[in-house]
């Protein structure tokens, strides 16, 4: 599974499940990413908020594979929603990682996170301005293929409106129990791929009865359930994990999930986050 891609919008083919990082710290982070890429991992998530580019641009380095067999995702501060800004942030980026080009970046939330809970403003003018540096950054070829995080459609619309080059990928928040469904479908109405992260509710998913009854029907786990659930959906799921096995275990998802079951999962209601219940991405969705 690690070495099947899906095809984004532009031709650029990005692996179906990628590396997440969110939450390992830069000094352990080139460690964690040269042992997912020896495990057969070829994309790696990242972000500018996750302070831990350098580490990650050394384990690619240093990992033994060549450069252009990885897909390296990360993304633009929320907080960043001027032109200027983004085209310094672009470029410290790329100074950070110290690669050469980056495959996909993302603007990591139509709001800052200050606002995230903010329903009246969306930002959409500091978003079109970040877009205008994404655009010419991957017109210029520093990135192969640009996109969002967190977008809900109006955000969405905003950019298909009033910008020449439409997002390419949407990063969002979706798992068992916590499926955006109009988002989604309005993702890919319009060849917007849409990546799943926390596929695994944080963790939080661990706990709950009845997936964990449907992952010992499949003789599976429930990261490998949660997993292969997304992917039957053609959405990208980005599993987070800190030890090899973990790592291998969810990248073993060759299995089918049956129609009858994928709806009963579809049907779990949303999961409580417990003690994460305050991230912002965690708390919106725990206000439905």
Not at 53 to 67: F, K, L, N, P, T
Not at 78 to 92: H, L, S
Not at 131 to 160: C, H, M, P
Not at 205 to 221: F, Q
């Amino acid at each position: 599974m690690l070495t099947e891609t899906y095809t984004l919008s532009n031709g650029v083919k990005v692996p179906k499940i990628g590396y997440g990082t969110w939450m390992i710290p830069d000094d352990q982070a080139a460690k964690a990413v040269k042992e997912a890429i020896q495990l057969g991992y070829r994309h790696i998530d990242t972000a500018q908020a996750y302070e831990n580019e350098a580490g990650v641009g050394q384990g690619m380095r240093e990992s033994g594979v060549a450069r252009e067999e990885l897909f390296l995702t990360t993304k633009l501060a929320a907080e960043i929603k001027d032109y200027p800004g983004a085209v310094q942030a672009i470029e410290t980026s790329l100074k950070t990682l110290d690669l050469e080009y980056i495959d996909l970046m993302i603007i990591h939330s139509p709001k800052p996170w200050a606002e995230f809970q903010n329903e009246e403003d969306h930002y959409f003018e500091g978003n079109l301005a970040a877009w205008k540096a994404l655009t010419e950054a991957y017109a210029a070829g520093k990135i192969r293929a640009i996109g969002v995080s967190n977008f809900e459609q109006v955000d969405l619309e905003n950019l298909l409106e009033n910008a020449q080059t439409p997002p390419m990928v949407n990063q969002i928040l979706a798992h068992i129990g916590q499926m955006p469904t109009e988002v989604i479908d309005y993702s890919q109405a319009h060849d917007i791929l849409v990546e799943a992260y926390s596929p695994i509710a944080h963790g939080e998913m661990m706990k709950h009865p009845e997936i964990a009854k449907m992952a010992e029907k499949y003789a599976v786990s429930i990261p490998q359930l949660a997993i292969r659930f997304l992917l039957q959906l053609d959405l990208l799921p980005l599993p987070k994990a800190s030890s090899k096995a973990h790592m291998e275990n969810n990248a073993a998802v060759d299995f089918t999930i049956s129609d009858e079951d994928m709806t009963a999962l579809k049907a779990i209601k949303s999961l409580d986050y417990g003690s994460n219940s305050e991230i912002p991405v965690f708390k919106k969705v725990s206000k439905k």
